[in-house]
């Protein structure tokens, strides 16, 4: 696969000043970069227009959800219309945080999937299964549902432009326990097993990126997976300051391929 996804989500964290300052520094350093890595940001809603104008093509800008609907009486929604008039080239969609918190569920996330590629914005797909998921031995079987339902009647064609975010929702935030290498290199063998059985050999064109308590002490090491094609990091990639290693490593990771 030729790209290497690397990029963070920001939630609810920094002003517009601080995600100016931070996206500045962010592209000076995308200029030395290996052109195989895409860099990629998610702001909060209130940053997305200013932060447009700031960003050039080595680095995605991306949403943190959106609604499935063009307009109508939804209130606190933000619609894919809008976000195409911002320029957007991503939104993130069915965050853990957002499933647990405010009830998205996978067919609500199939259309926010179609409308999104219906606008030719890239949906950041996110899946991931619950901890008792995992301890009752059915991650595999969660990943598998989560994946048919909200790709569903996604097109072959279309399917080439669909991100996937594989995160345990175990393994994220701040009390997250991090995940062993083997244990994401088999999930994402798995995840890609499904992509494979839904779109034939479409399914190899998919990316699939691993995000959970994700820092410079494992995060090549994730990537040496073969179905692993990047890192969707969280507060590791906050400062800039921690984030520019893991990109160094990465760097001489790819130098290496």
Not at 146 to 165: E, F, R
Request: contains cysteine.
């Amino acid at each position: 696969m030729e790209k290497l996804y690397i990029g963070t989500n920001w939630k609810m964290h920094k002003s517009i000043k601080e995600g100016r300052e931070y996206t500045q520094k962010l592209k000076e350093m995308a200029r030395n970069k290996n052109e195989r890595m895409q860099l990629f940001i998610i702001p909060p809603y209130t940053s997305l227009s200013i932060l447009r104008e700031e960003m050039d093509s080595s680095i995605l800008l991306g949403a943190q959800n959106m609604h499935w609907e063009d307009e109508g009486p939804f209130t606190g929604e933000i619609s894919p219309s809008m976000l195409k008039e911002i320029g957007i080239d991503l939104v993130e969609l069915g965050h853990s945080e957002r499933r647990q918190y405010y009830n998205e569920n996978n067919v609500d996330l199939n259309k926010k999937v179609h409308a999104a590629l219906d606008k030719e914005i890239i949906p950041l797909l996110c899946i991931g299964e619950k901890l008792e998921d995992k301890e009752l031995g059915v991650s595999e079987e969660s990943l598998s549902v989560q994946l048919k339902i909200c790709l569903n009647n996604i097109s072959t064609t279309q399917i080439k432009n669909v991100l996937i975010a594989y995160e345990p929702v175990w393994a994220i935030g701040a009390g997250g326990t991090e995940a062993s290498t083997n244990y994401v290199h088999k999930m994402h063998d798995h995840i890609r097993k499904v992509l494979l059985e839904i779109f034939g050999d479409n399914g190899y064109d998919i990316p699939i990126l691993f995000g959970g308590s994700v820092n410079r002490g494992n995060a090549i090491e994730y990537l040496t997976g073969q179905n692993v094609n990047g890192l969707f990091i969280g507060r590791s990639a906050w400062d800039l300051e921690k984030f520019e290693p893991i990109l160094n490593d990465i760097e001489q990771f790819l130098q290496q391929k």
